[in-house]
């Protein structure tokens, strides 16, 4: 008899290895990333019998903390926070920077990982993380908890390492499809599943934003978008909102910098009649109006002290004391912040709160300026001198090419609102002028006229133009126009070499 059953168990283990290679082979087959990625989540669950999983996949031109694309079985979105948050810190930091598998059967009293916040806060047992492919990863499969009473056996180690050992080179090549997809445009996928109506551009610093916004849209935390002003905090705030689960709710902003500090209180969390001068009738505060919708608060640096207070005490517990009421209100609402401010710095000088400053950059978003994205201001010209003459019922004008390379040279220290500015009123010359097209004069008046390329005069915008023109044509036609060498060799990603070719308008010569 316990022959029997030795056989009869071997059978079993032929039969299951037999299953897990023809759904390894049925992957192979599967040229769609999104799909692919549930199918291998469903086969790893299945194999392992774990209660959570978690795969994230990094393609070469993501951010070491930032997977562009993942999946998660059994995990709810705070869990789903800390799992990202541990890709930089945690069990999942060790993984990646080892190479190896990590397996503890309770990571709370692992003397390894029983110190960090993470594993503390979420009481984490068992624990099996494998990382996919090598030199470096390109993912990580990472599973919790079992169906199971106990630790994950070696069974379930020789089996997560199986999956992760044949997932990788799928991986490759499905993330090498993907870039061939969307070479020259790295947006393209993110404008399928973000609302991005109205987002002009295609550059490789734009998709690394909007990766961040896909990563963050889902989930209902607070977050904390960073960048110069004018860079479109305002409008990355509202694709969170908009491609999130509170789309259908309110959307409500306020700026804290443009009310006086007595009556910032007042206007963020509502008054009670009475509360002050001119509290003349109850006030239905920012907090109220946004109700199951997001709250976005603009330069929350500019927030009093007192501000600062309610604001923390309403991300705690979501609970909030309108002015001069001695009565709790209860919020359903997520919180997007923005500012222009170094927040560290003004959490050195005490003037913000430190506590609060951590629970609003749950996930930080920075949005990029104007000078990190030069290749996208043609797009952004054409596009805000159409709505121009729209607005001001104008004939429609076309952008010149000199306006465009003006343009693309000039500093932009105010960003996009400085930029449609400018346009606007380059389009009111244009017009007032009887001219057909907005040319380089419309745009800058009060500049000299623009020195022949061809000489060494110009400014130093224009001449670091021509300098980076001629380094890539040369480097392209080195390499005989093979763009991943090009890229290489001018230490690029390909993305952002093909946005370089398109801004210099660089053609291949027909030989």
Not at 249 to 265: M, S, T, Y
Not at 470 to 486: D, H, P, S, Y
Request: with cysteine.
């Amino acid at each position: 008899m316990a022959l029997t059953g030795r056989v009869q168990s071997e059978e079993m283990l032929v039969r299951e290895e037999r299953d897990l290679f023809l759904q390894l082979l049925n992957l192979g087959r599967q040229n769609d990333l999104p799909q692919f990625l549930q199918e291998a989540l469903g086969m790893i669950v299945g194999v392992t019998q774990a209660v959570q999983c978690y795969l994230a996949l990094f393609d070469e031109d993501d951010a070491a903390d930032a997977p562009r694309w993942w999946i998660a079985h059994g995990l709810s979105p705070d869990e789903i926070q800390g799992l990202h948050a541990a890709i930089s810190r945690g069990i999942i930091a060790e993984a990646l920077a080892t190479g190896q598998t990590i397996v503890t059967a309770c990571a709370q009293s692992d003397p390894r990982f029983s110190s960090r916040e993470s594993v503390r806060a979420g009481r984490i047992m068992a624990v099996l993380c494998v990382p996919i492919g090598e030199d470096p990863p390109r993912g990580v499969l990472y599973l919790q908890g079992r169906a199971a009473p106990g630790a994950f056996s070696e069974a379930d180690r020789a089996r997560a390492e199986l999956c992760a050992e044949h997932l990788a080179p799928l991986v490759d090549r499905l993330l090498s499809l993907r870039r061939a997809q969307e070479d020259g445009d790295p947006t393209r996928s993110l404008r399928e599943s973000l609302r991005l109506d109205g987002v002009i551009g295609h550059s490789a610093a734009l998709a690394a934003t909007l990766r961040q916004v896909g990563l963050v849209a889902p989930l209902d935390v607070s977050v904390l978008l960073t960048g110069e002003t004018g860079s479109g905090k305002s409008q990355i705030a509202r694709i969170i909102h908009d491609s999130g689960p509170r789309a259908n709710q309110p959307f409500v902003e306020l700026n804290c910098a443009a009310l006086p500090d007595n009556l910032i209180e007042s206007e963020l969390f509502g008054a009670v009649k009475g509360a002050h001068s001119t509290a003349t009738h109850p006030i239905i505060g920012k907090v109220a109006a946004a109700e199951h919708g997001t709250l976005f608060l603009d330069e929350v640096g500019e927030l009093t002290p007192a501000a600062q207070t309610k604001l923390l005490q309403l991300l705690q517990s979501k609970v909030y004391y309108p002015l001069g009421s001695a009565k709790a209100e209860r919020a359903d609402v997520r919180i997007i912040a923005a500012t222009n401010q170094d927040l560290k710095l003004a959490v050195t000088e005490r003037r913000f709160r430190e506590d609060l400053f951590y629970r609003l950059q749950v996930l930080p978003i920075r949005v990029p300026s104007l000078a990190e994205r030069p290749e996208d201001i043609p797009e952004l010209l054409v596009s805000l001198a159409a709505g121009a003459c729209e607005r001001n019922r104008l004939p429609q004008l076309t952008v010149s090419r000199g306006a465009i390379r003006a343009a693309q040279s000039a500093e932009w220290r105010g960003n996009i609102r400085e930029l449609a500015n400018g346009v606007e009123a380059a389009v009111i010359r244009a017009a007032g002028s009887g001219a057909l097209q907005v040319e380089r004069d419309h745009l800058f008046p009060n500049q000299p006229p623009a020195p022949d390329e061809a000489d060494g005069d110009g400014t130093f915008q224009e001449a670091t133009r021509r300098f980076h023109e001629r380094l890539v044509r040369e480097t392209l036609e080195r390499t005989g126009w093979n763009v991943a060498e090009t890229a290489r060799r001018l230490d690029l990603a390909r993305s952002h070499l093909y946005s370089l070719i398109r801004t210099f308008g660089i053609e291949r010569e027909r030989r």
